[in-house]
């Protein structure tokens, strides 16, 4: 599961890192990652796309 939210000049993306499949795709468009972090009992992934 992909969780998105944007801003003027930016996207930012979550996902679950054990999401391989999410991760290979937010890479290939451009996503760069900012920080993992623990949220819904697994270790999350969020990037920005600017």
């Known amino acids: 599961m992909l969780c998105c939210s944007t801003g003027p000049?930016?996207?930012s993306l979550a996902a679950r890192?054990?999401?391989v499949l999410s991760l290979r795709l937010?890479?290939?468009l451009g996503f760069?990652?900012?920080e993992?972090?623990?949220e819904w009992g697994g270790e999350?992934?969020?990037g920005t796309w600017a």
């Open 44 to 46: 999350q992934w969020k």
């Open 17 to 19: 890192t054990a999401n």
């Open 36 to 38: 993992r972090f623990e």
């Open 9 to 11: 000049g930016w996207v």
């Open 32 to 34: 760069t990652e900012v």
């Open 26 to 28: 937010a890479g290939k």
